[in-house]
């Protein structure tokens, strides 16, 4: 086989193994009795040692993942990554990836450190904590909260037994944690009494509350007041852990939506600690915060299993810098999750206009998008979509999405539309190629 040529510079070893796998695969269909060459043989030498090549030049350029215009309506769509970072993070991200920084390396005395702060600084000033502590994700912040309750009982009520996502369930991460599940009330209707008789007996250590972010509650249905659980959980010497799963640092009742619970309010609240998350509502990479009082945030600093989910530099390096867009007042403008839900809907008008204008066949479609994410379930934004009709949905929703770039829409009354919402401006050409591109043969094959 003929690669020694092209293949000079690279390490032996990987061409070895790339040359065994090529020469395994034409074995294998050889022995199948379906020769690869254009003329039914065997492939010659020289194009084995073409692909042995062409193979390590593809690993080589590591094109990472296809590039997705996200037309779902959709604002946090777990399918296709969530939060897009702001540009501030990417560059932070970089910088951090290409480099070094003082991780844990403290800048004045040249001795070793507290690992890189500036992201937790923040949380605090924002939330108004005690103290702060970021971990890989939400799932992991509030294993290690529920994980101060050590052996004893955790009490939850029944109503908020959730599954956070991926088949991961509340009283599993309470059990692994290492503690005891304590259910507490019923599915609908929970009282701060239903608290009070786990703790005074002994039978709970830690009252964890689990804020609904992905389903909603209707009906007949009662849950105990925030200050009033805190005060009881705190009489019985027991602490009040919050998670909020998706969390959110900008009121999203000044968007049009239904308030969501902001850390510092169950804080406020009393609550000991809140979890929450960096990459939904935060809008930056994943990552998993704690926020409270100082001695419990310092105890869980100490877990063994913390060191088993603390970021690296470069999330910790992202995270820092889209928190900072908070403290900066710059939060609806800098980071894509909050710009796009406060988009008019008259930006969104032209710029479904100005798209339909230009690709036959299309319209302007008064739509509505969702947040995703599990965050604020039920509630909806007023938006604008192309429409495309007269042509297969399913086959043109394909073709878009195995396009370049790729392109997710919806099917919405039999027809294709592509919501704008979660489209940056500067995307528009994109997908007016995209689109274009795929209503040719769609239209062939209508």
Do not use: C
Not at 16 to 34: P, S
Not at 261 to 267: D, N, Q, S, V, Y
């Amino acid at each position: 086989m003929v690669v020694r040529p092209r293949a000079a510079g690279r390490d032996t070893d990987a061409v070895v193994a790339m040359v065994r796998l090529v020469l395994d695969e034409e074995r294998a269909r050889l022995a199948a009795g379906a020769p690869s060459g254009d003329a039914g043989e065997a492939r010659s030498v020289h194009d084995l040692g073409d692909d042995v090549v062409a193979r390590l030049e593809a690993l080589e350029a590591s094109p990472g993942p296809a590039r997705v215009l996200n037309a779902t309506g959709v604002i946090v769509h777990t399918n296709l990554g969530r939060a897009p970072w702001p540009a501030a993070a990417v560059r932070a991200a970089r910088e951090a990836a290409e480099g070094t920084l003082f991780l844990e390396l403290d800048r004045s005395t040249g001795r070793r450190g507290r690992r890189y702060r500036e992201a937790e600084a923040h949380l605090v000033a924002l939330t108004g904590a005690e103290d702060a502590l970021v971990v890989t994700n939400n799932a992991a912040a509030l294993a290690l909260a529920v994980g101060l309750a050590r052996r004893g009982g955790v009490a939850v009520s029944r109503g908020e037994l959730v599954e956070i996502g991926g088949g991961v369930r509340i009283p599993e991460i309470v059990r692994r944690a290492g503690a005891r599940l304590v259910e507490v009330g019923t599915t609908n209707r929970t009282r701060v009494a239903d608290f009070r008789e786990v703790l005074a007996d002994g039978r709970a250590k830690v009252v964890l509350r689990v804020h609904p972010s992905n389903f909603r509650q209707e009906g007949f249905t009662e849950s105990p007041g925030r200050r009033e659980l805190a005060d009881v959980a705190h009489t019985h010497g027991a602490l009040l852990v919050d998670d909020l799963g998706s969390g959110a640092l900008l009121d999203t009742a000044a968007f049009g939506l239904a308030h969501e619970p902001t850390p510092a309010e169950r804080l406020a609240d009393g609550a000991d600690l809140v979890t929450f998350s960096g990459d939904k509502l935060v809008g930056g990479p994943q990552a998993g915060f704690v926020v409270g009082r100082a001695d419990l945030v310092a105890t869980l600093r100490k877990d063994p299993l913390a060191r088993a989910m603390r970021p690296d530099k470069v999330i910790l390096a992202a995270v820092a810098a889209t928190l900072g867009l908070y403290r900066a007042g710059v939060a609806t403008r800098e980071i894509p999750v909050w710009r796009q839900l406060a988009t008019p809907v008259d930006v969104l008008e032209l710029r479904a206009a100005a798209i339909a204008a230009r690709v036959p066949g299309t319209r302007v479609a008064a739509v509505r998008s969702t947040v995703g994410g599990g965050s604020l379930p039920g509630e909806t934004l007023e938006s604008r979509a192309v429409a495309v009709a007269g042509a297969s949905p399913d086959r043109l929703l394909a073709r878009l999405r195995t396009g370049t770039p790729a392109v997710v829409g919806r099917i919405d009354d039999g027809e294709v539309v592509l919501d704008l919402r979660a489209v940056e401006p500067a995307d528009d050409e994109a997908l007016v190629g995209a689109l274009t591109a795929a209503l040719l043969p769609a239209r062939r094959h209508g």
